[in-house]
């Protein structure tokens, strides 16, 4: 089993701007971001002594959800590794990477020259996805996406494997005597799986590396992390395992603005008291998220919080 941070410490990573703007949690100035932006945020988190960065995935969006979900979705692949060239020490996410709606060894090259560039920074993020239209046009079937992925996450363990040639027989995949370098950096890529559906969470106890929620309030934690270890006990899966967690939006400071009745605000240190809850329940990793109006605003955001709420965190 691969772990990606040291047991025992509550570690911080955040979900980057601009590569993805659902109206749910993008701010408004980002709609007329650059790379030059993107890449300004991402230098300030691996600065700041931020865990991980992390990327979504969508192939395409229907019109009937472009209204709430906009059109503007980077592809992780390419984004991962333009993150790769331009920081130094944060973790590499996929959050989450839709595998059912590529073939496992394209993925598996994709993913494996990522871990390699980027000298062994990736963390595979996976995902059973939930936009039909996507899968149809894909031709993959939408009603077995949840068997499609487990099948995949399966196929791509052997294919991001120490072989050059890899194997794997299955009902969807088959493959052998196909070579593909390079190979990972890392001996074993890291698999957290995203999800709170029953499904999704026996995925993760069963086929993972680490748990990324999805939308589960703080109370709904200690019961979810209770069920991945029961099921992973059951299943006679052990060794470490890493349960994260979204937190409510953040501003570190006084915003004197409106930044939303659910958003944490305040000194750096009542923050990090409501943030080390999270370790008491159970967690390793929480994903922050700031308000912000402009690039500007988030770099300063991230700043103070790696130097002000960071250290507190484990105190």
């Known amino acids: 089993m691969a772990r990606v941070f040291a047991e025992g410490r509550l570690v911080y990573g955040m979900q980057l701007p601009i590569q993805s703007q659902s109206t749910i949690y993008a701010e408004q100035w980002e709609a007329s971001a650059t790379a030059a932006d993107l890449a300004e945020v991402a230098r300030a988190a691996d600065r700041a002594g931020f865990g991980y960065l992390a990327t979504c995935d969508h192939v395409a969006i229907p019109r009937r959800l472009a209204g709430p979900m906009s059109t503007i979705w980077y592809d992780p692949v390419a984004t991962l590794s333009f993150l790769a060239g331009i920081t130094a020490h944060v973790r590499l996410l996929s959050h989450v ?3 059912g709606l590529r073939h496992p060894l394209i993925s598996a090259k994709q993913y494996a020259t990522v871990d390699h560039l980027s000298g062994g920074r990736l963390v595979l993020g996976v ?3 939930h936009v039909r239209e996507e899968f149809e046009a894909l031709g993959v079937d939408f009603a077995r996406r949840g068997a499609v992925l487990d099948e995949t996450l399966d ?5 991001l494997g120490p072989e050059e040639y890899p194997e794997f027989e299955g009902e969807l995949f088959s493959f052998r005597d196909l070579g593909q370098l390079p ?8 698999v957290w799986v995203g999800g709170s559906s029953p499904a999704a969470v026996r995925r993760a106890a069963v086929r993972g590396d680490g748990w990324l929620p999805q939308g589960d309030p703080r109370e709904a934690l200690p019961a979810q992390i209770a069920r991945i270890k029961e099921l992973r006990a059951a299943a006679g899966v052990d060794g470490p395992f890493e349960f994260g967690a979204i937190t409510e939006a953040l501003y570190v400071g006084e915003p004197g603005w409106d930044t939303g009745r659910r958003t944490l605000t305040g000194k750096a240190g009542a923050l990090a008291e409501s943030l080390r809850a999270y370790k008491a329940l159970g967690v390793d990793q929480i994903q922050v998220r700031f308000r912000s109006r402009d690039r500007a605003e988030l770099t300063d955001q991230i700043t103070a919080f790696g130097a002000e709420v960071g250290p507190l965190l484990n105190d």
């Open 155 to 159: 196929a791509l363990r052997a294919a």
């Open 183 to 190: 190979r990972p950096a890392q001996a074993r890529i890291p």
């Open 127 to 129: 995902g059973a996805g």
């Open 97 to 99: 990477a839709i595998l």
